[in-house]
């Protein structure tokens, strides 16, 4: 069976984590656990990019290190992942001396291949993003076309690797791997957009730089950021022998970078470049996902706009965020955020699972003193059913086979619809009333196990309230498995116990108190 191993970006350390981080590794959390419920085995890694001017300006501005400034937002990120229930395998930062040594070694080898070379660089330079503009890009007004700040032109000498020599090869790749990138339309725009207008030799060091990985040959130098940042890949898997054999080097793993898509083309462009350069194997895969918005403009620290993770999470705890942003927000596209929003789809929860889970363990405790009767299948109703949830768990794995995971959400929370529908459409105390007490029986062992399934498909987003779920149904730990779900029976004189709440309803007489309490502008 396939391995995975599924990144996220290493978000910049010049800022504490804001909705759009918690965005990207929520769903790339969500993946790694639906993946090993499906029984592959995972690699997850996530990290901070700890290297640049840009940080060390704002290290000095604070009085501090640049050292303790990033060991400081670090470890502001490693609190966030824990509030949110981010299970991952490895936290790999810039800073770390093995990535560094990685780095300044692949320098090396390119350098001596003469995949890079010195000359001289001029060009529009935009310090926040550290990126070089070509004149079209600014415009007229001379601004940086990603955060619209004006660049500065600067003349440097900078090492440069030599893009045209891996071009065509490059294309051909993606010939052979027209899913590379998806959505499929992010692909077409890096072709479009960077490679067919001509493709540059790409700046790869700094003189004016002091923070940052030093050239061994050359110590003026300093490695540019994004040279360095992408090795991460390759460092959070190669500390260790066993991890390094299994996911990089083993064919059988399929290596997945989930990316914002303002980041797209340094993954599907200079990354792909840099790992043909050093003969080394290629990722499978790239996921560029839409950017979160607010009214329309993008999220930033600098324009006082951002949400802020940490207090929507302490409020409403992880899994409801995590829902939220899971089922809310299409793979790919742009998504404009509003608390109104955010509201109507979390109560979703409470009405449509929550509801179910309080009328079947009432309805068990009321007619059947709690004990789950044993299962029979005597009406017609409750094979229609049994075709239903055999479907949805179908269209689920396929889903999670496609890297689908808000569709695979959808299709889970399709079936709590149906089995609301089913109670609406059956009526259980009607039979309990009419003391149709084999019919009632067949049923309500219907309804445990639809829920037991249930809970099990939303495990890797509910990593909390599955459990008080599955608790509630007395259903056994070792049960607690996606190899049992299809198997009927096994709830057989398994005892409900009436628990805490699942989740509670926000009424729009809350919103207001709300907004202040979270501290959220209109
Ligand atoms: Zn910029």
């Known amino acids: 069976?396939?391995?995975?191993?599924?990144?996220?970006?290493?978000?910049?350390?010049?800022?504490?984590?804001?909705?759009?981080?918690?965005?990207?590794?929520?769903?790339?959390?969500?993946?790694?656990?639906?993946?090993?419920?499906?029984?592959?085995?995972?690699?997850?890694?996530?990290?901070?990019?700890?290297?640049?001017?840009?940080?060390?300006?704002?290290?000095?501005?604070?009085?501090?290190?640049?050292?303790?400034?990033?060991?400081?937002?670090?470890?502001?990120?490693?609190?966030?992942?824990?509030?949110?229930?981010?299970?991952?395998?490895?936290?790999?930062?810039?800073?770390?001396?093995?990535?560094?040594?990685?780095?300044?070694?692949?320098?090396?080898?390119?350098?001596?291949?003469?995949?890079?070379?010195?000359?001289?660089?001029?060009?529009?330079?935009?310090?926040?993003?550290?990126?070089?503009?070509?004149?079209?890009?600014?415009?007229?007004?001379?601004?940086?076309?990603?955060?619209?700040?004006?660049?500065?032109?600067?003349?440097?000498?900078?090492?440069?690797?030599?893009?045209?020599?891996?071009?065509?090869?490059?294309?051909?790749?993606?010939?052979?791997?027209?899913?590379?990138?998806?959505?499929?339309?992010?692909?077409?725009?890096?072709?479009?957009?960077?490679?067919?207008?001509?493709?540059?030799?790409?700046?790869?060091?700094?003189?004016?730089?002091?923070?940052?990985?030093?050239?061994?040959?050359?110590?003026?130098?300093?490695?540019?950021?994004?040279?360095?940042?992408?090795?991460?890949?390759?460092?959070?898997?190669?500390?260790?022998?066993?991890?390094?054999?299994?996911?990089?080097?083993?064919?059988?793993?399929?290596?997945?970078?989930?990316?914002?898509?303002?980041?797209?083309?340094?993954?599907?462009?200079?990354?792909?470049?840099?790992?043909?350069?050093?003969?080394?194997?290629?990722?499978?895969?790239?996921?560029?996902?839409?950017?979160?918005?607010i009214k329309n403009e993008k999220m930033s620290k600098s324009k006082h706009n951002s949400i802020d993770p940490v207090l929507l999470t302490q409020y409403f705890g992880s899994d409801v965020i995590r829902y939220f942003l899971i089922s809310e927000i299409p793979f790919g596209n742009n998504y404009d955020y509003s608390f109104e929003r955010f509201i109507e789809r979390i109560n979703i929860l409470p009405h449509q699972l929550g509801n179910l889970l309080n009328r079947v363990i009432s309805m068990l405790l009321q007619y059947f003193d709690g004990a789950i009767p044993t299962f029979s299948s005597l009406n017609l109703e409750d094979a229609k059913m049994q075709d239903k949830m055999f479907s949805a768990i179908k269209d689920y794995k396929k889903n999670i086979d496609n890297l689908n995971i808000t569709e695979a959400t959808s299709t889970v929370f399709l079936f709590v619809a149906d089995v609301n529908k089913y109670i609406d459409d059956i009526a259980p105390w009607k039979l309990y009333k009419n003391n149709k007490f084999k019919e009632l029986e067949s049923v309500m062992s219907h309804l445990a196990h639809f829920l037991y399934v249930i809970a099990m498909l939303l495990s890797p987003i509910l990593v909390n309230k599955h459990k008080i779920i599955l608790n509630q149904l007395g259903v056994l730990d070792k049960f607690r498995k996606l190899e049992f779900i299809d198997k009927f029976g096994i709830l057989n004189n398994c005892v409900v116990v009436k628990g805490e709440l699942l989740f509670k309803t926000i009424d729009d007489k809350d919103i207001d108190n709300l907004k202040t309490l979270l501290n959220i502008d209109d």
């Open 1 to 293: 069976m396939k391995n995975f191993y599924i990144t996220t970006p290493i978000y910049y350390a010049n800022g504490a984590p804001h909705l759009g981080h918690a965005y990207t590794t929520i769903f790339c959390d969500i993946l790694s656990r639906s993946k090993r419920l499906l029984g592959h085995e995972v690699f997850f890694s996530v990290g901070t990019d700890e290297h640049g001017k840009k940080i060390e300006k704002n290290a000095i501005k604070n009085g501090l290190t640049p050292q303790f400034f990033v060991d400081n937002m670090s470890e502001q990120f490693k609190k966030m992942w824990k509030m949110l229930d981010i299970d991952y395998d490895m936290f790999i930062r810039t800073t770390n001396q093995r990535h560094i040594n990685n780095v300044k070694q692949f320098f090396s080898k390119m350098l001596s291949n003469n995949d890079i070379y010195l000359g001289e660089y001029e060009g529009w330079y935009c310090i926040d993003c550290e990126s070089f503009w070509s004149d079209s890009q600014v415009g007229e007004k001379k601004i940086c076309p990603d955060c619209l700040r004006t660049v500065k032109k600067i003349k440097e000498e900078s090492y440069f690797f030599k893009c045209s020599r891996y071009v065509e090869k490059l294309l051909n790749f993606y010939n052979q791997n027209m899913d590379f990138c998806l959505p499929k339309v992010q692909l077409n725009e890096m072709i479009n957009n960077f490679i067919t207008p001509g493709l540059k030799d790409l700046s790869v060091s700094r003189t004016n730089d002091n923070w940052g990985i030093r050239v061994e040959e050359n110590t003026k130098h300093t490695v540019y950021v994004w040279f360095d940042a992408l090795f991460n890949y390759f460092s959070a898997v190669n500390f260790d022998n066993e991890v390094y054999k299994k996911f990089w080097l083993n064919n059988d793993t399929e290596i997945i970078h989930v990316v914002g898509k303002d980041i797209a083309r340094f993954h599907c462009i200079y990354w792909p470049m840099f790992l043909m350069a050093c003969d080394m194997r290629l990722p499978n895969r790239v996921l560029a996902h839409g950017l979160i918005k």
